[in-house]
């Protein structure tokens, strides 16, 4: 699964550009009806039961069934109180791994911070690339889980995979294409915290496609919610599994869905962002 790599939106692998402001909402366009080469990509999605970018891909049933994820409830059943939402104005981290921001403070706003930033980062196109796909994991997963997902990663990201994306055995666009894969997280809430280990729901908008003037893939949303099971390991939060489902979805908008020339030039001039409690 995949999405962004940035200038103001470095493309390197999984860099982007760590601005701590709160995105303003916006309309979702309508799109295009989905084609059958997003059924093969989600059937991938599925088995592997990986990370963003693919699951993206999963368009097709939208009925959010599953019940892994978190309910954004808290361990009570309750609704969250109003400082799950609440911006803070804490700096989230200093540091960075792999141009990732890493090193999140052990606390429930900690944890936080860190699940919205990993499924940015596990959102983006760097995920379509070997070394992109491998740094990522690497830095985010405890080791175990690391070791175990690089080989199914190379498994899922075949070249097959990534031609029916439009994408080459490299992982890249077509001259004068645009591969497009990234992951807006919309808020995240705790339903169970401990001093060692976390689990967060983050409510994100992916986008996904590939944006062209021959593209037959063009780019469109989807509303998911994904949810990790993180653990204090060598003095930061990691991800020890992870599981997700469609939605909570608003209703679209009226905007009139833009070209594939404005969303290009938008995936060009607009970065990422470093999400923060």
Do not use: C
């Amino acid at each position: 699964m995949s999405p962004a790599d940035e200038p103001g939106h470095d493309t390197s692998a999984g860099g982007y550009t760590s601005t701590r402001t709160h995105l303003p909402e916006t309309g979702t366009p309508r799109r295009p009806a989905r084609s059958s080469s997003r059924s093969l990509v989600t059937v991938v999605a599925v088995v592997v039961v990986l990370i963003a970018a693919i699951a993206f891909a999963n368009r097709g049933n939208g009925d959010g069934s599953n019940t892994t994820a978190g309910n954004g409830s808290g361990a009570s059943g309750t609704k969250p109180q109003a400082e799950s939402t609440a911006a803070t104005g804490t700096k989230p981290v200093d540091g960075k791994t792999s141009g990732i921001p890493t090193g999140y403070a052990q606390s429930r706003q900690g944890v936080q911070s860190a699940a919205a930033n990993y499924a940015v980062a596990l959102g983006s196109t760097a995920m379509f690339k070997k070394a992109g796909r491998d740094a990522l994991v690497n830095a985010l997963y405890t080791p175990a889980e690391a070791a175990r997902l690089v080989p199914e990663l190379d498994k899922a990201y075949s070249t097959d995979f990534l031609a029916r994306a439009g994408l080459d055995a490299n992982g890249d666009a077509p001259q004068g294409s645009t591969f497009v894969s990234r992951t807006v997280p919309i808020g995240t809430t705790v339903s169970a915290y401990a001093d060692t280990t976390a689990t967060v729901a983050v409510w994100y908008m992916g986008l996904i496609g590939m944006s062209g003037t021959n593209s037959t893939d063009p780019v469109s949303s989807s509303w998911s919610t994904w949810t990790f099971q993180l653990q204090w390991t060598d003095g930061d939060w990691k991800v020890a599994s992870q599981s997700q489902t469609s939605g909570p979805a608003p209703v679209p908008g009226d905007n009139k869905a833009a070209s594939s020339d404005e969303i290009s030039k938008a995936i060009e001039e607009y970065g990422g962002f470093t999400y923060a409690r």
